[in-house]
């Protein structure tokens, strides 16, 4: 004898005492049976529900969507609509026999099949057969295909021409999670419709009313968690729901939700996400070992700081009182002060970092590592450069603030270019460059020598070389800086250093290494680069048969010599190709020479 299964808007008649009773779960016993219960739907249920009123339902429905959003529920509605005996009707009656045996999934004029254990050819052979008969009781004869993208080649191509042209009486109704993998040629035969995720907001509605309708008492905050925790399923969080009301007879708190579910509470990602936001990396390390040693699954960790960034991110550009989240107090508390501590480039940058953890994380099994990386990389955001930021480093050329002045005026006059430096976080400014009709040059500084002269060992200096790594490297191949005069050093080098020298002695370089003698000691130093041969700075002229040469002259250039400044860059190769005049991206004769011809 078939098992009766309760109606989803009662409750199961009780069992007399002493009688083993076959539990049904929340997520059967409030399964939508009208097209006005699916929740997140409504435009596939207004759409349905005008094709029956008009009197034109298709032969064949594809819903596609993620899993638990009402797929084959909806598909189930529509079978009771068609074959209810007041139908067909947007409102089937749910009383009748056929409304009962479809709700029950054992009337015969309905059959579903499982496309992951029916999916040879055979099978659907032996479909196209029955096809031709007509319904046993009622109006229609109806095939819904749940997982149908996991049916084989062979058995869409057998399935082709009864879905483009089946009996009357016979409707197709087909249901995946994955139509990207369904073919073309089938997808052309079906009225496709694409099922939402729903949202947290209407899942916690939708908890709301079960936990009333089940007489188990439980606190909001715990029932958002549950909808947060569903993403976007309504079946995964009845689920949860259920599994959660096995758990305990008391008052269901969020507590108990994260003891159950294994994920940590509002406080400690909080906690976490503060940590990251003031960028102190030890107390963020130290926070997510107390989180293993708890037992707390690692992934789910990550899920949780996602949806707070998520939330970040959210605040930035709508407010913090947006309601696209379910959050509880606490989190609305953090989320106040948090926002104004971040930038909305820093959200979505760490929400990159992320997301690209999450999906390494499907694959390995250094979780926790992972995850100790992402969180150090967050909590370094700051001293990052913004690409952005780069490009105007790179390509602009920037003027003396509010003089309206081009900068090419100012030349000669003994100043340094002073202004609003363009600032690289923690790493310094940039210098100010000035246009001429060629190239761009630094202006020329014109230090004063003190009188008093201040003598420079070469002891301070090697202090010094840390402000550069880059440069450093570099000046360190040099012999010790000699004094030939006040405030004025030599830099000499030997011609095996001969690439070193070119490197230090650009006027950029430099133009740094004065400006950081004269912020350690107050004075205004003279800098000259010397090769020990006797061969000066200036002394040659670049030529192009003298790589060494022909770097520096690169070096001048206005787009490398931005690179410099603003990130210490250097010309380490120059292939014999290049042209700096020639488009970006174009080939020289001798490069298109050596490529094969097509044909």
């Known amino acids: 004898m078939p098992r009766t299964k309760a109606n989803a808007q009662t409750n199961p008649t009780p069992e007399q005492p002493g009688t083993p009773t076959d539990y049904t779960v929340v997520a059967r016993r409030y399964r939508p049976q009208q097209f006005a219960e ?43 609509a068609l074959n209810c005996v007041q ?47 007509r319904p046993t009781r009622g109006r229609y004869k109806i095939y819904i295909i749940d997982e149908v993208h996991m049916l084989s080649t062979s058995a869409f191509n057998a399935l082709l021409k009864t879905l483009e ?125 107390d989180l293993v040693d708890h037992g707390l699954n690692l992934s789910d960790i990550l899920d949780q700081l996602i949806g707070h960034w998520r939330a970040l991110m959210i605040g930035k550009c709508a407010g913090s009182a947006s309601t696209s989240l379910p959050l509880t107090g606490v989190q609305q508390e953090a989320l106040a002060a948090q926002l104004p501590q971040v930038t909305l480039d820093a959200v979505l940058a760490g929400l990159e970092v992320l997301t690209t953890t999450r999906a ?61 430096p363009v600032k690289k976080n923690h790493l310094g400014t940039t210098n100010r460059i000035q246009e001429t009709n060629e190239v761009q040059t630094l202006a020329p500084v014109q230090l004063a020598v003190p009188e008093n002269g201040a003598n420079f060992t070469a002891t301070q200096f090697q202090n010094l070389l840390e402000k550069s790594p880059i440069l450093a490297n570099h000046l360190q191949l040099a012999q010790p800086p000699a004094i030939f005069g006040p405030n004025s050093l030599v830099f000499r080098f030997e011609p095996r250093y ?14 740094r290494i004065k400006e950081w003698l004269q912020h350690l000691t107050g004075q205004a130093y003279t800098i000259r680069m010397e090769l020990i041969n006797g061969i000066a700075e200036m002394a040659t002229t670049p030529t192009a048969n003298q790589p060494g040469e022909r770097r520096k002259q690169l070096m001048n250039l206005p787009i490398f010599r931005k690179a410099s400044e603003a990130l210490g860059a250097q010309i380490w190769h120059v292939d014999d190709e290049f042209s700096p005049q020639s488009p970006f991206g174009a080939r020289t004769e001798k490069s298109q020479a050596q490529e094969p011809e097509e044909f």
């Open 498 to 511: 001969t690439y070193a020298y070119d490197i230090c002695s650009t006027d950029a370089n430099v133009l």
């Open 165 to 289: 042209e089946p009996p009357p009486q016979v409707k197709f109704i087909l249901a995946t999670t994955e139509v990207q993998k369904i073919p073309i040629t089938i997808l052309s035969r079906c009225q496709r419709f694409d099922f939402a995720q729903v949202g947290p907001t209407k899942i916690f509605e939708q908890l709301q009313r079960i936990v009333e309708r089940e007489g188990h008492p439980a606190d909001d905050e715990a029932l958002k968690l549950i909808a947060r925790r569903a993403n976007g399923s309504m079946r995964d969080s009845q689920s949860l729901l259920d599994q959660l009301l096995a758990s305990t007879e008391s008052r269901l708190t969020v507590q108990q939700v994260c003891l159950v579910l294994g994920t940590a509470g509002d406080d400690r990602v909080i906690a976490l996400a503060t940590s990251i936001l003031k960028s102190d990396s030890a107390a963020a390390l130290q926070q997510i070992e």
């Open 87 to 133: 139908g067909p009707t947007p409102t089937p009656c749910d009383v009748c026999d056929s409304c009962k045996a479809v709700a029950l999934g054992e009337d015969v004029d309905v059959l579903e099949i499982d496309g992951a254990s029916n999916n040879k050819v055979e099978e659907i052979r032996e479909l196209r057969q029955n096809v031709g008969f």
């Open 360 to 420: 390494r994380m499907r694959d390995s099994v250094h979780n926790q590592l992972l995850l100790e990386l992402a969180v150090v990389r967050l909590a370094r955001l700051e001293e990052l450069l913004p690409v952005g930021q780069l490009i105007q480093l790179l390509t602009t050329t920037t003027s003396e603030p509010g003089d309206g002045t081009p900068a090419a005026t100012r030349r000669g006059t003994g100043q340094l270019p002073v202004g609003d």
């Open 38 to 80: 699916l929740i997140g739907q409504e435009h596939v249920s207004n759409a349905l529900v005008n094709a029956l009123q008009s009197n034109r339902v298709a032969h064949a429905y594809l819903f596609t969507g993620a899993r638990g959003v009402g797929k084959t529920s909806a598909a189930r509605i529509l079978a009771k």
